[in-house]
């Protein structure tokens, strides 16, 4: 099984909802990754877990909140978000160690913000 | 993360060659190559990679220049499925993360 799985495929959500993307992976992977991809530009990082913990954080607004219950699940949690906010976001594995693994991605979750 | 730069967009006829060139004049002895495509309306997906040596795959093949300060992904018989965005990417080896940084990379378009 190499398939990074995406849930919801879309979502629309109001400035004051709380919502969640929910990624998965079967393939024994320690690293996940959270891109952001707005239309016609490339993905853009905006966090990394290793071992279940936040390794990196591209100083992304608190009001989204990511969290890695276990090593296959990566969630993104979402709040009060903002209309600028709307994108489409990537989740991605891969091994841990050197440059030459390579990262499986999703096929994302397209969040529209209202 | 050194940079890379790319054409914004190339065409080519379906069952064409296609070469897609990418300059990385500031890589580093440690860094990787690594060339990924992204298909409308999907995530991207991993083409190839490679440190030194000229690279073959069952999708494409990788020629790296020999001062390697430039790389060339090569098509070798394009199909329409092979219109995409190509991003050409620099991924260090002493990274334990294995995060990628994307530029903007190429437009692909491939006509019948």
């Known amino acids: 099984d190499t398939e990074v799985t995406q849930t919801p495929k879309h979502l629309v959500m109001g400035m004051t909802n709380k919502k969640s993307l929910k990624c998965e992976q079967h393939?024994?992977?320690?690293?996940m990754y959270w891109y952001k991809q707005k239309a016609k530009k490339p993905p853009e990082l905006m966090f990394v877990?290793?071992?279940?913990?936040?390794?990196i954080n591209e100083s992304v607004p608190s009001r989204f909140s990511p969290e890695c219950p276990n090593s296959s699940l990566l969630n993104l949690h979402l709040h009060a978000l903002q209309p600028e906010d709307s994108a489409l976001y990537l989740c991605a594995s891969s091994q841990l160690g050197g440059g030459s693994g390579e990262l499986f991605f999703g096929e994302g979750s397209r969040l529209t913000v209202l | 993360d050194a940079k890379t730069t790319q054409p914004n967009s190339m065409e080519s006829n379906e069952e064409e060659p296609v070469h897609l060139p990418c300059n990385h004049s500031?890589?580093?002895?440690?860094?990787?190559i690594h060339w990924y495509r992204q298909l409308p309306s999907q995530g991207p997906e991993y083409v190839i990679h490679g440190l030194t040596s000229n690279v073959n795959n069952r999708m494409a093949s990788l020629a790296i220049a020999e001062d390697r300060k430039s790389s060339t992904l090569i098509l070798h018989r394009a199909t329409l499925r092979d219109a995409a965005v190509y991003y050409c990417i620099l991924k260090g080896r002493g990274s334990t993360l294995g995060r990628l940084y994307f530029g903007r990379g190429t437009q692909l378009t491939v006509w019948p």
């Open positions: 877990y290793s071992y279940e913990k936040l390794s």
């Open positions: 500031t890589i580093s002895g440690t860094d990787y």
């Open positions: 393939m024994g992977h320690r690293a």
